[in-house]
């Protein structure tokens, strides 16, 4: 796609998550980067991406509205100001993905295969945790009818800003919630942890799915498909363990940052800005 085709986005946010997403969108044929705006000049991550060569400005939402018009913005802050700026950019036109856990907008997840919100407007991309499990959640419901399934995410202490801790309630909330309208199961459980271990551990998910039947090679078979489906856009994302048994499915994924500016441990930023670029894309796709 030719430069003056490319989608003119600009990120809101300009912690770990928002300076990476940055990166990520110059990386893209079919995104121009045109804004980064944090809360204030003197944010260490404000400072970090106008090293890096990307145009800033300090005020928020207010900076992004009064820079003119966007294809897409996406949001990088925190659950608790995403309604806000929701409502100060809806009246711009521009395309809202939220990378925040607020459950608002469509609920979407890139990785499930058939899945596509790219016609509307704001959008919600769950949180890692999701974006690291529906996929193979989604796929193992369409070979059994689970009964129960939990959901444990393990990120390293360095990789969670103050946004995410803020947001942990939020997170666990939206995110069984959004297992259980790609699964259809009545019960979902999700647990979160946030290590400080020394050297600091990689971005884990382990999934247990109860069900009362199955056949064994069908869901190795399906599992095997939605991680070939994650890996195109987050080569990182690979199974760590799986355990297929009579009445239980267990299966642990991995995510190791492809990027050379984020740490081995950061996956968890990876996966949810990768999924964003991608999403973005997929509008600009259709949108043509």
Not at 23 to 38: D, F, M, N, P, Q
Not at 145 to 172: F, H, K
């Amino acid at each position: 796609m030719a430069a003056e085709q490319r989608r003119r986005v600009a990120v809101l946010g300009a912690g770990l998550i928002g300076v990476d997403l940055a990166g990520k969108i110059t990386r893209s044929s079919k995104l121009e980067l045109a804004l980064v705006a944090g809360r204030s000049r003197d944010s260490l991550g404000l400072r970090r991406a106008a090293q890096m060569g990307h145009p800033t400005a300090a005020g928020g939402v207010r900076a992004v509205v009064e820079a003119g018009a966007f294809d897409v913005v996406f949001d990088a802050t925190n659950a608790d100001s995403h309604a806000e700026h929701w409502a100060a950019l809806r009246p711009t036109g521009t395309t809202l993905i939220d990378l925040t856990p607020t459950g608002l907008g469509t609920v979407t997840v890139p990785g499930v295969k058939g899945h596509s919100s790219a016609a509307h407007r704001h959008l919600n991309l769950v949180s890692c945790g999701g974006q690291a499990s529906i996929p193979i959640l989604n796929a193992i419901a369409q070979r059994c009818t689970p009964n129960y399934i939990e959901v444990v995410s393990t990120g390293a202490s360095a990789s969670a800003g103050p946004a995410t801790r803020l947001n942990l309630d939020q997170y666990i909330v939206t995110t069984s919630a959004a297992i259980r309208t790609f699964t259809g199961t009545r019960k979902a459980k999700v647990m979160v942890n946030i290590s400080p271990a020394r050297p600091a551990p990689p971005f884990r998910v382990v999934m247990t799915v109860l069900a009362d039947t199955f056949r064994p090679a069908p869901v190795r078979t399906s599992i095997a498909a939605a991680v070939d489906a994650v890996r195109a856009y987050v080569p990182g994302f690979k199974v760590t363990s799986l355990a297929v048994d009579p009445g239980r499915i267990q299966v642990a994924v991995e995510v190791t940052p492809s990027s050379r500016h984020l740490p081995r441990h950061a996956g968890s930023v990876d996966i949810i800005n990768a999924a964003a670029v991608l999403l973005a894309e997929q509008s600009a796709a259709a949108s043509r």
